[in-house]
């Protein structure tokens, strides 16, 4: 039994290290004889974010991200790339202080708020990288916000995100093998998330706020 166990096992193997090397997508592409223009894609990734103008600092949010996208060659190397996105943004910060009649004493804030993200930019398809730039319009599902032990959120007093708003981007991909991207991006609010005259006291420091954004992921395009 032993024995015919590790000759499977070496057959497996054999048989996977005889396979040929699988083609890029930029090699899938060019050998496609129906000339395709258009390409889709599946995306799946995680958010590190921030609220700028709340007064903490750290990508210290981290939020789910995911949805599919579209990519529409105009030549041979260049894209111009549609995605639509589930994306969960927001700030959180956990302090401790020291009260000389309570003792410790714990003071969060978390700041939650997920949207509809429809990020549009121009792709350069270059060996296995992608350089792309562009924008990515928000559009706000829900929010909620916590200060310490006290919620504001919709059953209480709204936060007032805005409900529209824009970021610029950039990113960047690499064909990890076959058709699998993995990919980086940076966002910055171009129009505030929260107009200084909505933001609650504990977080306004005369500023409007705006959102600050890592994202990092994995692509499959079909």
């Given at each position: ?8 096992l ?110 549009l930019?121009f ?20 929010e ?26 950039l ?49 499959y395009?079909f």
């Amino acid at each position: 039994m032993k024995k015919l166990f590790f000759i499977l096992l070496l057959f497996v193997g054999k048989s996977l290290f005889a396979q040929e090397k699988p083609e890029l997508f930029l090699e899938f592409k060019n050998n496609n004889r129906q000339q395709r223009i258009f390409y889709g894609g599946r995306i799946l990734g995680l958010n590190a974010t921030q609220i700028e103008g709340d007064g903490y600092s750290g990508y210290d949010k981290v939020g789910f991200m995911g949805g599919a996208g579209v990519s529409f060659f105009i030549k041979e190397n260049w894209a111009i790339n549609l995605q639509i996105l589930y994306s969960r943004k927001g700030s959180v910060n956990r302090n401790t202080a020291d009260d000389p009649y309570v003792g410790t004493v714990f003071s969060d804030y978390i700041a939650k708020v997920n949207v509809i993200e429809l990020p549009l930019s121009f792709e350069y398809y270059h060996n296995r990288w992608v350089f792309n730039a562009g924008g990515a319009f928000n559009i706000l599902i829900n929010e909620s916000e916590e200060f310490g032990y006290y919620p504001q959120n919709d059953r209480y007093v709204p936060p007032a995100f805005q409900r529209f708003t824009a970021d610029a981007l950039l990113g960047l991909k690499y064909n990890l093998f076959s058709k699998i991207y993995v990919f980086a991006k940076f966002q910055y609010g171009i129009t505030p998330m929260r107009r200084v005259e909505n933001t609650p006291l504990q977080v306004n420091y005369g500023v409007h706020q705006l959102n600050n954004q890592l994202s990092f992921g994995i692509q499959y395009l079909f």
